[in-house]
């Protein structure tokens, strides 16, 4: 990626999208090209234009902010969604990230989590607020995969199935190398250090399905 990071602010509070973009404006690494109160203006906007971050709240008129999500995801598959919502429960975290978030935030962070957020999305990691990661039980363990970017997920759960890093390789066409770093990105986030670890966690979780 290269240049300035384009945002999205879809919030339905004006006085909200505008603190926003003045805070995300203060860094040299970001602009925000486009700001909307209800979800099918935002919509309409990425079926003709394209950016890199969507911050997106998920209490929003119109579609809502799920439909929004899963809609632009459709459209630009390229797209970093970072939820940033006062909605802190772990059935809508988990619904949102199922429906293809690569964030969450709650509205109780600080600005500069909202920027540094911004930013790890834009690298495929997936920011989590300490409130989400704790709700969900990442801290102990429970939902340790989410905080993989969709690549990781992807190499866990062939790693889980008990493929060899070769294997991997050949099958994702990259290097042995390069899935090796991703297997120990994946013990370092996920705190799971034998593929046998992976297998039970996946296991528990259901997630090994579509890994033949």
Known sequence: MSGRLRVVLADDHAVVRTGYRRLLELED???????????DAACAW????????LVLDLSMPGRGGLETLVRVKARQPGLRVLVFSMHDSPAMVCQALQAGADGYLTKSSEPDALIDAV???ARGERPLSPDV???LGADAGEAAHLALSPREFEIFRLLAAGRTVEQIAARLFLSAK????????VRQKTGLASVL????HAETHRLL???E
Do not use: C, I
């Open 197 to 200: 670890d992976m297998y039970r």
């Open 46 to 53: 990425f079926a003709s234009h394209e950016a890199d971050v």
């Open 29 to 39: 690494d970001m602009e925000v090209v486009a700001d909307f109160g209800d979800s």
């Open 133 to 135: 990661a704790s709700a």
């Open 209 to 211: 399905d579509g890994t």
């Open 178 to 185: 390069t899935v090796a770093n991703y297997q120990t990105l």
């Open 119 to 121: 930013r790890k999305a």
